[in-house]
Nanobody, 129 residues
Framework: QVDLVESGGGLVQSGGSLTLSCAAS????????LGWFRQAPGKEREFVAV???????YYADSVKGRFTISRDNAKNTLTLIMNSLKPDDTAVYYC???????????????????????WGQGTQVTVSS
């Protein structure tokens, strides 16, 4: 049983754009906080962006102003629009969700990887220089 499935990764030139999607199945999508994380070769997995149940969004400083996260609860879909991509954005991108929580959670909770207990399999994003 696969809960979260990412799509939309690929190869793009520096300065280009990609849109990642994450489809969720068999859950009440609106009950969960949802985030994007990434792991570059040889590096730890890191936070990218999150959208909470209440709609709050937070971004890593490295992507702020270039990436936009959104959710469509009616379609059970999480989206990450990535613009002005750089070679440093090359990584496997994962979507993840927390357990059911209160409607509003703190920024510290939402941006902490350990808050997330369900992960997708990841989609590769490669940005060439």
């Amino acid at each position: 049983q696969v809960d979260l499935v990412e799509s939309g990764g690929g190869l793009v030139q520096s300065g280009g754009s990609l849109t990642l999607s994450c489809a969720a199945s068999r859950r009440t999508f609106s009950d969960y906080n949802l985030g994007w994380f990434r792991q570059a070769p040889g590096k730890e997995r890191e936070f990218v962006a999150v959208v909470g149940r209440g709609g709050a969004t937070y971004y890593a400083d490295s992507v702020k102003g270039r990436f936009t996260i959104s959710r469509d609860n009616a379609k059970n879909t999480l989206t990450l629009i990535m613009n002005s991509l750089k070679p440093d954005d090359t990584a496997v991108y994962y979507c993840a969700r927390t357990p059911r929580t209160a409607f509003y959670m703190s920024r510290d909770y939402l941006t902490d990887q350990s808050s997330y207990n369900t992960w997708g399999q990841g989609t590769q994003v490669t940005v060439s220089s």
